[in-house]
């Protein structure tokens, strides 16, 4: 299909990608003006009427189905005799590519997309239909947070005969239950449950549960093999979710939760509990009051102040009385101790929240050093939210101590895109038939290297090398196009080479690596002053003058000399010039001229040219 095809009410401006189905097109509603993704079945499938059946059988699972985080079916068809239908097109990002380009996600983050995925699992479920596939890249996440569950391609309508027959597997290795692995024909809504576990443990840990080299060896894993528990590689998950996971992921599906709606709730009381701030201070408080022997509240006791006018002691000072004296201070003292430490557990620390982000800071740090440039960012995620609610909720020093970090992460994130944009490109001219291209990568590159010369920037170091990588393609061009643009044959061209110059200097002058390149635009500076002020000279003069005045005409002699790389001949022409400073060995011919005009520009024009040929 090409751009402007009409199908119906939709018009086809693009194809978006094709896979072993069919090929999916961006095209727009003619009515609404909204944007769809249509899929039109490939022509090599027309003659197979099962694959036929199985691309008609998404579009009907697709009607069942409106829910907020579902892809929903806009329209369905043929066209020119090829099954097609058209859904909401979904502006976002695919969890996969989330996945690949930061590593992995913070636990609470995925549990926030996890909810939604398993609200649309319900409403699936509900209508009696397992999807079978669950995967990241089957999860798109819109601008706006919201997940949508996408690709019914193998979906399977409980309530109608399967397509797939007995004993048959279907699904993405990866991701399959065991009953999947085992091609069990009775699976019921559970085997998407196992999927998402292995899911949010593949977003929380960075990686899957079961890793393997085949997927005959993926499919015996998770027949046999014991998942490994997420907190091995994430130890700071709550053991609440920790758990969770762990029971979506085992074998026998009557051990997993009973249906989606289930884990979802678990989800939000885990998320709950945190956003409460439940403190392990206060449950440390909770185990010694417990602990708290009846000898110790006896002793408390006997410290409080007693009702009613005080009495003179009728005994006399035993020993036994000095004992329990003795004992009362003693177990007064532990009390007081135990009560000295609770408060310093439960009592806030105001720095404390500042503390933990600028450790997580500084951890993200040494691994994007030592190249763990995943795991630094996965790790600068989560500074980034404990920064952002410091700044958000304090205008003190910490405030700006949260944004400077900030502004180290950004400065970080930035650079790590300059750098990949940057991979296999050896010159300028590279770069730009890269930007040519209008990809989502080229249009944040034009983003990212403006914004990196911005003043905030000037002090991050993570600034300072992007702004270096950037410079090392970069300059090279702009001192070959200032050599151009500086000719003296094209003097209409000398304010774009003062111009570039001046970028130069603005953005690489400080960086001692250019040094040498400063030099030689400070050189080139000169040059371009020196002939400015002779083609003002000559603006300004008759034109019979030029032929007749013979040290002009050794002027331009001179400078054609240069053009032809001739320097001795050049050189030889503007000594004469500069000879004539102190008014001696003039020509005879050039006398009555020398007296006649004032000819200092031209003297100061040679001096100036005899110094930028001096090593030449």
Not at 159 to 166: C, G, H
Not at 184 to 189: A, K, L, N, P, V
Not at 275 to 288: C, H, M, P, R, W
Not at 333 to 354: C, H, Q, R, S, T
Request: aromatic residues 8%; contains cysteine.
């Amino acid at each position: 299909m090409h751009a402007g095809l009409q199908i119906g009410p939709l018009t086809i401006e693009k194809e978006l990608g094709s896979g072993a189905m069919g090929t999916v097109y961006l095209a727009r509603h003619t009515d609404t003006g909204a944007k769809v993704a249509v899929k039109v079945m490939l022509a090599g499938l027309g003659t197979n009427p099962k694959a036929q059946a199985r691309f008609e059988r998404e579009a009907d699972v697709l009607k069942q189905l409106r829910h907020p985080n579902v892809v929903r079916l806009v329209a369905s068809g043929r066209y020119q005799g090829k099954p097609f239908y058209a859904m909401e097109f979904i502006e976002g990002e695919s969890l996969d590519k989330i996945l690949e380009r930061r590593g992995k996600l913070s636990w609470q983050e995925t549990a926030e997309i996890a909810k939604q995925v398993c609200a649309a699992l319900q409403h699936v479920h509900d209508k009696g239909i397992l999807h079978r596939d669950l995967k990241p890249s089957n999860i798109m996440v819109t601008r706006d947070g919201v997940a949508k569950l996408t690709d019914f391609g193998i979906a399977k309508d409980l309530d109608r005969t399967a397509l797939t027959s007995a004993n048959y597997t279907v699904g993405t290795a990866a991701y399959m239950s065991p009953e999947q692995c085992r091609g069990e024909s009775d699976i019921d809504h559970r085997t998407d449950l196992y999927s998402l576990g292995v899911m949010l443990f593949e977003l929380i840990a960075g990686r899957r549960p079961f890793e393997a080299d085949s997927p005959v060896q993926m499919l015996m894993k998770h027949l046999k093999a014991k998942p490994p528990r997420l907190r091995e590689f994430v130890p700071d998950v709550p053991p609440e979710l920790d758990t969770l996971i762990d029971q979506l992921l085992e074998k026998k599906r009557e051990h997993r939760p009973k249906d989606a709606r289930t884990v979802a709730q678990t989800l939000e009381k885990i998320l709950q509990d945190y956003k409460e701030g439940k403190s392990l201070a206060a449950d440390a408080a909770k185990e010694v009051k417990a602990s708290s022997t009846e000898e110790d509240k006896t002793a408390a006791r006997a410290l409080l102040p007693t009702a009613g006018p005080r009495r003179p002691p009728k005994r006399r000072w035993t020993r036994k009385h000095k004992e329990k004296l003795f004992l009362a201070i003693g177990l007064s003292a532990m009390f007081l101790f135990i009560m000295g430490i609770l408060i310093y557990v439960i009592w806030p620390d105001p720095e404390k929240a500042l503390r933990e982000a600028i450790a997580l800071y500084e951890a993200g740090e040494e691994a994007y050093k030592a190249g763990k440039v995943r795991e630094a960012l996965g790790t600068w995620y989560d500074a980034t939210r404990k920064f952002e609610l410091i700044a958000a909720n304090h205008k003190d020093q910490r405030a700006e101590k949260a944004l400077d970090y900030l502004k180290r992460i950004h400065a970080a994130t930035m650079l790590n895109r300059i750098t990949n944009f940057l991979e296999g490109k050896d010159t300028w001219e590279a770069v730009q038939q890269a930007l040519a291209a209008q990809s989502n990568q080229s249009t944040q590159f034009r983003k990212d290297s403006e914004r990196i010369w911005e003043p905030e920037f000037d002090h991050v170091d993570f600034a300072q090398q992007a702004r270096l990588s950037l410079g090392k393609l970069e300059v090279p061009w702009l001192m070959g196009e200032i050599n151009k643009l500086a000719s003296v044959q094209e003097p209409k061209t000398w304010k774009q080479a003062r111009e570039k110059m001046d970028y130069f200097l603005r953005r690489y002058g400080m960086f001692q690596e250019f040094a040498d390149k400063k030099l030689e635009l400070e050189k080139i500076r000169l040059r371009l002053e020196a002939h400015q002020f002779a083609l003002d000279w000559l603006r300004r003069s008759q034109p019979r003058e030029l032929h007749s005045h013979p040290v002009i005409e050794t002027a331009l002699q001179a400078l054609e000399c240069e053009q032809i790389n001739d320097y001795s001949g050049a050189k030889h022409r503007w000594e004469m010039i500069a000879s004539l400073r102190d008014g001696k060995n003039v020509p005879e011919d050039w006398q009555r001229y020398v007296q006649a005009t004032d000819l200092q520009g031209w003297i100061l024009l040679a001096q100036a040219k005899l110094e930028n040929l001096k090593n030449k």
